[in-house]
């Protein structure tokens, strides 16, 4: 079974500009959580999706935003982008998303913004 | 608001020593516990998950424990390995006002380093 997938696994942008990340769950899954991960801040919870549907979202600007398709891949977008918005981006994927899962994550997206 | 905290931020050890990570959480009421693996820019690999009904989960040389009570778990390395360096990272599932979903409160990590 293939494993959760994010594409493209390296972006450089510049300070303005937006970017969509996508991730792809392991086959079956439903939910589809992200998260940033920075050498200050740690791992911080952005949204979780489940069923197309936002079902919880962390303390980050409206800049950033997600959907979920029917076939449960995700895509992150993040708007006029800031110095600090560099970051590893990780999603991971679960059954039901419920608090009994177990959450599987890619490999992550390395955002670089100059 | 669920703090989890791990200590210490870095460990160096020999090779074949047993050792134990340490992660703290200031809220009893969480839904599980889990720990990651991290290698250098990589994503998470999920190693034990220990429901809030359990006190141990134990796979081939690791083994995590939880106390709701006294809000500690610790993940427990036998014989370790120099393929055991990266970075560990604990994450608890908070119980309250979330619903059911799994949103991760992650610990800062601690970077394991095994020497041969």
């Known amino acids: 079974k293939a494993g959760v997938t994010q594409t493209p696994r390296y972006l450089i942008k510049t300070r303005g500009q937006q970017v969509t990340l996508s991730c792809s769950p392991i086959?079956?899954?439903?939910?589809v959580s992200w998260y940033q991960q920075t050498p200050g801040q740690g791992l911080q919870f952005l949204f979780e999706y489940f069923s197309e549907t936002q079902r919880n979202k962390g303390n980050f600007p409206g800049r950033f935003s997600g959907r979920q398709f029917s076939n449960s891949r995700s895509e992150m977008n993040v708007s006029t982008l800031e110095l600090g918005d560099s970051a590893l981006y990780l999603c991971?994927?679960?059954?039901?998303?419920?608090?009994?899962?177990?959450?599987?994550f890619g490999p992550g997206t390395r955002l670089t913004v100059l | 608001k669920q703090e989890v905290t791990q200590i210490p931020a870095a460990l160096s050890v020999p090779e074949g020593e047993n050792l134990v990570l340490n992660c703290s959480f200031t809220?009893?009421?969480?839904?599980?516990l889990q720990w990651f693996r991290q290698d250098p820019g990589k994503g998470l690999t999920s190693l034990l998950l220990?429901?809030?009904?359990?006190r141990e989960q134990t796979s081939g040389r690791l083994n995590a424990s939880l106390d709701k009570s006294s809000g500690r778990s610790t993940l427990y390395i036998a014989a370790s390995q120099p393929g055991d360096s990266a970075t560990y990272l604990c994450a608890a599932t908070v119980n309250r006002g979330s619903g059911n979903t799994g949103k991760l409160i992650f610990g800062q990590g601690t970077t394991l380093q095994v020497k041969p």
């Open positions: 086959s079956g899954h439903r939910s």
């Open positions: 809220d009893s009421a969480i839904y599980n």
């Open positions: 991971a994927s679960s059954l039901g998303g419920g608090r009994t899962d177990t959450q599987y």
């Open positions: 220990i429901q809030s009904s359990q």
